[in-house]
């Protein structure tokens, strides 16, 4: 009997224990489900993606609105030209948004000191309409990239016209292919070439080229955004059928 009894007493504690640990996975995946179901009413309800900010970003832009500054999000304003390739237009925003251009703000330069003085606990990246334009505009990323301006905003095509005459556009990366043609890389001080290499100052960097664009222009945002309902729709259903498993393996053991 004894003997009988203590086998009977393992399996109510195996069972037990399995039961513990099943309620336990069933209620992560609950938070699973919970959470994906709340990121997906996100993407449905967000009218435009916006590339991701710090909470200081975002601070210092509520800020800027209250004290009357204006000014305009770098991304929104442009479109890719129509004869760029989609692998050039991957690369491009890829580069633009390393240098921190991609999400900056450009602002009239009357604003730069009550911009450069706001308080503690703010951030952002600015170019300002006075910036330096380069020394060729024809080789700069105008020439690559549109003006997004369906309202006709004189300020805002004057404004987001001297922001991309600031930065050069260099066609090839050899000099020496043809000199005639290139931007001399010591007199401009900032540029970005067809291989997503960029100059920022005294920095130079490099891309992936795995990116995949997202921001620049109205119909590119638009399917990032459809593609990202998309994708968390599938993950979600995923989810519940996982939850759904789970349930049913618990309710067994409870039978």
Not at 87 to 99: C, P, V, Y
Request: contains cysteine.
């Amino acid at each position: 009997r004894e003997l009988v009894r203590g086998i009977k007493i393992k399996k109510e504690n195996q069972l037990n224990s399995s039961i513990t640990n099943l309620s336990h996975r069933l209620d992560l995946k609950d938070k699973e489900v919970k959470e994906k179901h709340e990121e997906l009413k996100e993407w449905i309800n967000k009218k435009d993606p916006e590339p991701e900010q710090s909470e200081a970003v975002k601070r210092n832009r509520k800020v800027l609105r209250e004290k009357g500054i204006h000014f305009y999000e770098f991304y929104k304003t442009i479109e890719f030209d129509q004869g760029l390739s989609k692998e050039e237009e991957n690369i491009l925003e890829e580069a633009l948004l390393s240098m921190g251009v991609l999400n900056s703000l450009i602002v009239d330069a009357k604003d730069r000191d009550k911009v450069l003085s706001l308080d503690k606990g703010l951030c952002d990246k600015y170019i300002f309409t006075d910036v330096e334009r380069v020394k060729d505009s024809s080789n700069s990323l105008s020439k690559i990239l549109e003006i997004s301006n369906e309202e006709n905003d004189i300020m805002l095509y004057y404004q987001v016209a001297q922001a991309l005459n600031s930065i050069a556009y260099k066609e090839r990366t050899n000099m020496q292919e043809d000199s005639s043609k290139m931007v001399d890389q010591k007199k401009d001080r900032s540029y970005i070439d067809k291989r997503g290499n960029y100059k920022l100052g005294a920095l130079t960097g490099t891309v992936t080229k795995e990116y995949e664009a997202k921001y620049i222009g109205v119909k590119t945002r638009q399917s990032y955004r459809q593609g990202k309902i998309k994708e968390l729709e599938t993950q979600l259903y995923v989810l519940k059928g996982e939850q759904e498993t789970l349930l049913g393996e618990l309710n067994e053991k409870k039978v």
